[in-house]
């Protein structure tokens, strides 16, 4: 895989098509905009999470959750670049998502060409807008990682012994799992398409070798991050939670909703497009079948109907989860491009020309500036370059930043690290995610440990957040909750005592934009 298939001959066409990449970027990442949003509730967690790891504390014991590393890790890169700043966590959802659009337009463009390949990119592109709620999630930054794998796929089918490119492709699923298990469905198909094909061929020799270097690529990030924690004293802590855990929470339904009409309807028109090449493939399977480029189209066949069942096993509804269905639309977007047009227009050979880039540029700048896009941004840079304020808070941030003294404990009561983030004031305790509502022996535990630091390290303030389905602090809100039947089934064992001591031990002090404020007893705002 040579890098000038990724960089055009001409470098006028190569700017146009960077410049169009970039602006593709922005338009979708203007939902991430610091300036101008504020950070989902699961982006607040790895952005808190990642500044306790700055801090010097330790993942799975001074800060939990139940996500692989690898997303905390990166926040705290991020914040250390951005220098605490949730713009240096933009920078780089900018780079990977920059990355990924390359990798899918050099992959798209290897199969079908160029005007197929700009179509694909717009597609899953179109469908990521749907389904990124904000930004920083697991499943948007190894998005880079399937359309490499897939890349791959298209190298080890002519050279299958090709070290570098077999260690590859297990580095890139060793580091999709490091974000989420989930993850890992487009580089395990590759692998597997890929072995299957050299034991039918008897090619055991290229099939020994393949792998053994895909194991030791796969080996090698999660080898350093288990060796990383267990120096720490904290590998059984760190497979625990992101392993053994999620086991009962990826269990634990919430929902009877299908998985596919739930991802149809987030991915809207670009799942339908998607759906549209997969009958394709069928519609061709004759001429798929000897292709040069049949084991893609098999992984195609098997993929995307996994990529349904399994994206959200729990059936949560969360829209994030269906990013992992994207690789699978620009793949069959494409191809369904390339069908349609095959078949209106004989084949010839196309004279290179910078007309098709111009017009694509052109649709990202229209898009861009006709949707608002640009002025939030021109918004944020002017926050960032005039104003004290160079993130955008939230209201109950400000109020509890400018209401308690730096060092002072605060609680947001129903699971929002994010708010102790932006309020610059850190949580009382490492049991982040109470009231879990999970049945487990893990979230017994850590319920236990979350009473024990809410008396040892008594927060200053208590904020409740007010989710629906989270128990209220205010008994008579959580009686209508009961009514209303938003009320857990399976609460904490020891959520009655919590309640207690928190109505014993804190009075009301403010309502901050439907958010109540409780302060502790004995305390007063500076």
Same mark, same amino acid.
């Given at each position: 895989?040579?890098?000038?298939?990724?960089?055009?001959?001409n470098p006028?066409?190569?700017?146009?098509?960077?410049?169009?990449?970039?602006?593709? *970027?922005?338009?979708?990442?203007?939902?991430?905009?610091?300036?101008?949003?504020?950070?989902?509730?699961?982006?607040?967690?790895?952005m808190?999470?990642?500044?306790?790891?700055?801090?010097?504390?330790?993942?799975y014991r001074d800060?939990?959750?139940?996500?692989?590393?690898?997303?905390?890790y /990166?926040?705290?890169? %991020?914040?250390?670049l951005g220098?605490?700043?949730?713009?240096?966590?933009?920078?780089?959802?900018?780079?990977?998502?920059?990355?990924a659009?390359?990798?899918?337009?050099?992959?798209?463009?290897k199969?079908?060409?160029?005007?197929?390949? /700009?179509?694909?990119?717009?597609?899953w592109?179109?469908?990521?807008?749907?389904?990124?709620?904000?930004?920083?999630?697991?499943?948007?930054?190894?998005?880079?990682?399937?359309?490499l %794998?897939?890349?791959?796929?298209?190298?080890?089918?002519?050279?299958?012994?090709?070290?570098?490119?077999?260690?590859?492709?297990?580095?890139?699923?060793?580091?999709?799992?490091?974000?989420?298990?989930?993850?890992?469905?487009?580089?395990?198909? $590759?692998?597997?398409?890929?072995?299957?094909?050299?034991?039918?061929? =008897?090619?055991?020799?290229?099939?020994? &070798?393949?792998?053994?270097?895909i194991?030791?690529?796969? /080996?090698?990030?999660?080898?350093?991050?288990s060796?990383?924690? %267990?120096?720490?004293?904290?590998f059984?802590?760190?497979?625990? &939670?992101?392993?053994? #855990?999620?086991?009962?929470?990826?269990?634990?339904?919430?929902t009877?909703?299908s998985?596919?009409?739930?991802?149809?309807?987030?991915?809207n028109?670009?799942?339908?497009?998607?759906l549209?090449?997969?009958?394709?493939?069928?519609?061709k399977?004759?001429?798929?079948?000897?292709?040069?480029?049949?084991?893609?189209?098999?992984?195609?066949?098997?993929g995307?109907?996994?990529?349904?069942?399994?994206?959200?096993p729990?059936?949560r509804?969360?829209?994030? #989860?269906?990013?992992?269905?994207?690789?699978?639309?620009?793949?069959?977007?494409?191809?369904?491009?390339?069908?349609?047009?095959? =078949?209106l227009?004989k084949?010839?050979? %196309?004279?290179?020309?910078?007309?098709? /880039?111009?017009?694509?540029?052109?649709?990202?700048l229209?898009?861009?500036? &006709?949707?608002?896009?640009?002025?939030?941004?021109?918004?944020a840079?002017?926050?960032?370059?005039?104003? *004290?304020?160079r993130?955008?808070?939230?209201?109950?941030?400000?109020y $509890?930043?400018?209401?308690?003294?730096?060092?002072?404990?605060?609680?947001?009561?129903?699971t929002?690290?994010?708010?102790?983030?932006?309020?610059?004031?850190?949580?009382?305790?490492? &049991?982040?995610? #109470?009231?879990?509502?999970?049945?487990?022996?893990v979230?017994?535990?850590?319920?236990?440990?979350?009473?024990e630091?809410?008396?040892?390290?008594?927060?200053?303030?208590?904020?409740?957040?007010?989710?629906l389905?989270?128990?209220?602090?205010?008994?008579?809100?959580?009686?209508?909750?009961k009514s209303?039947?938003v009320?857990?089934?399976?609460?904490?064992d020891?959520?009655?005592?919590?309640?207690?001591?928190?109505?014993?031990?804190y009075?009301?002090?403010?309502v901050?934009?439907?958010?109540?404020?409780?302060?502790?007893?004995?305390?007063?705002?500076?």
């Amino acid at each position: 895989m040579k890098i000038t298939t990724l960089i055009p001959a001409n470098p006028w066409r190569f700017i146009l098509l960077a410049s169009t990449f970039a602006f593709l *970027s922005l338009i979708v990442l203007t939902q991430a905009n610091p300036g101008t949003e504020l950070p989902s509730r699961d982006s607040g967690f790895f952005m808190y999470i990642g500044k306790q790891i700055v801090k010097g504390q330790m993942l799975y014991r001074d800060v939990w959750d139940h996500k692989p590393p690898a997303i905390y890790y /990166l926040n705290a890169f %991020a914040l250390r670049l951005g220098r605490g700043l949730r713009w240096g966590i933009w920078l780089v959802e900018f780079v990977f998502l920059f990355a990924a659009i390359t990798a899918s337009f050099s992959l798209l463009k290897k199969l079908w060409g160029f005007a197929p390949a /700009l179509f694909g990119v717009f597609v899953w592109l179109w469908g990521l807008d749907f389904t990124l709620e904000g930004g920083n999630f697991t499943e948007e930054y190894p998005l880079v990682f399937h359309f490499l %794998a897939l890349l791959l796929l298209l190298e080890l089918t002519r050279r299958p012994e090709h070290r570098f490119f077999n260690w590859t492709l297990g580095l890139l699923l060793s580091m999709s799992f490091l974000f989420r298990p989930n993850n890992i469905l487009v580089e395990v198909l $590759v692998i597997l398409v890929l072995l299957t094909s050299l034991l039918f061929q =008897k090619n055991l020799r290229a099939f020994w &070798a393949s792998a053994f270097w895909i194991a030791l690529g796969v /080996l090698i990030p999660i080898g350093v991050t288990s060796a990383y924690f %267990a120096w720490h004293g904290l590998f059984n802590a760190m497979f625990e &939670a992101s392993i053994l #855990y999620n086991l009962t929470y990826g269990g634990t339904a919430l929902t009877t909703a299908s998985p596919l009409q739930v991802g149809f309807g987030f991915l809207n028109l670009a799942a339908w497009i998607g759906l549209t090449g997969y009958l394709l493939l069928f519609a061709k399977y004759k001429d798929i079948f000897k292709s040069p480029q049949r084991l893609l189209f098999i992984l195609l066949m098997i993929g995307a109907p996994l990529a349904v069942a399994l994206s959200d096993p729990a059936r949560r509804n969360y829209a994030h #989860y269906f990013m992992n269905w994207l690789p699978f639309i620009a793949l069959l977007s494409a191809f369904a491009f390339h069908v349609v047009i095959e =078949k209106l227009f004989k084949p010839k050979e %196309a004279q290179p020309s910078s007309l098709p /880039l111009l017009t694509a540029l052109g649709m990202a700048l229209v898009v861009f500036i &006709a949707t608002g896009r640009a002025a939030a941004y021109v918004k944020a840079f002017d926050r960032l370059l005039t104003s *004290s304020e160079r993130d955008l808070r939230s209201p109950i941030a400000i109020y $509890v930043d400018n209401h308690t003294n730096p060092g002072e404990y605060v609680l947001f009561w129903a699971t929002h690290p994010g708010e102790n983030f932006m309020s610059r004031r850190d949580a009382p305790t490492s &049991a982040l995610f #109470y009231p879990m509502m999970v049945d487990s022996e893990v979230s017994n535990r850590l319920d236990a440990v979350f009473f024990e630091d809410l008396q040892r390290n008594r927060p200053v303030l208590i904020v409740d957040m007010g989710r629906l389905t989270i128990p209220s602090l205010d008994p008579a809100r959580r009686e209508e909750q009961k009514s209303l039947g938003v009320y857990p089934a399976n609460p904490p064992d020891n959520l009655d005592e919590v309640l207690k001591y928190i109505e014993e031990n804190y009075y009301l002090e403010a309502v901050i934009t439907g958010n109540t404020v409780y302060r502790l007893d004995g305390t007063s705002r500076p």
